[in-house]
């Protein structure tokens, strides 16, 4: 198994300009989460879906941010005007809880710079 | 909402001390994890604890979980370089997301 896998790992782009970070979970989860990681914020949720619905969003930070699931093998996270806040190391994780499977797994993560 | 709180923030250590990482959380769960995370990589499961009293060990790490006091601990047993990392506490919310500590960095020093 490959794991989850994010890209880009690493993206700079210019204020303003749309940035779509892509995530492929791991084969038969059917839980992805989005998690954004900064130094003063740590670890937050941004958003998780289950067979491909979105059940929380509560918290992705404004109306620039989106995801989408078209499928169980992928989903994307979309920032659309990027800006300097939203520098941050993203990763994407995948889960199957069931009896005997509590593990989260996550992505190498894409590492986001906006000038 | 899931508050978890992680102390000490930052721990500076000699090789071969014991140290204790503390993680208390505000809300009932039924599940805590422990993720370890190297400078500029990914999150790595350490441990998951699932019930009261439950008690995980890996090489010098051990970790334990408090139910009723809300609290989990993660000792360090006679530390070793290898074990500087930033180690982070994850409590599942009332639905499937991990709500996260704001870390602990540990430095292990000769």
């Known amino acids: 198994d490959a794991g989850v896998i994010q890209s880009p790992r690493h993206e700079v782009t210019e204020m303003g300009q749309e940035v779509t970070l892509r995530c492929k979970p791991i084969?038969?989860?059917?839980?992805l989460f989005w998690y954004r990681q900064t130094m003063m914020r740590g670890l937050e949720l941004l958003i998780y879906?289950?067979?491909?619905?979105?059940?929380?969003d509560s918290g992705m930070p404004e109306d620039r941010f989106s995801a989408k699931m078209p499928n169980a093998s992928f989903s994307t996270l979309k920032i659309q005007p990027s800006e300097p806040r939203d520098s941050a190391v993203y990763f994407c994780?995948?889960?199957?809880?069931?009896?005997?499977?509590?593990?989260?797994?996550f992505g190498s993560g894409t590492r986001l710079t906006v000038v | 909402e899931l508050k978890v709180e992680q102390n000490p923030l930052f721990l500076s250590m000699q090789e071969g001390k014991n140290y204790t990482i503390y993680c208390n959380y505000s809300?009932?769960?039924?599940?805590l994890y422990w993720y370890r995370q190297d400078p500029g990589k990914s999150l790595e499961s350490l441990f998951v604890?699932?019930?009261?009293?439950a008690v995980k060990q890996e090489g010098r790490l051990m970790a334990s979980l408090d139910t009723k006091a809300r609290l989990s601990t993660l000792h360090i047993t006679a530390a070793v370089h290898d074990l500087s990392a930033t180690y982070f506490c994850?409590?599942?919310?009332?639905?499937?997301?991990?709500?996260f500590g704001k870390g602990t960095s540990l430095l292990v020093t000769p």
């Open positions: 994780a995948s889960s199957f809880p069931r009896q005997g499977h509590y593990g989260y797994t």
């Open positions: 084969s038969g989860h059917d839980y």
């Open positions: 879906f289950n067979n491909n619905v979105p059940i929380d």
């Open positions: 809300t009932t769960s039924d599940r």
């Open positions: 604890l699932l019930s009261n009293g």
């Open positions: 994850a409590v599942k919310s009332t639905g499937y997301a991990l709500n």
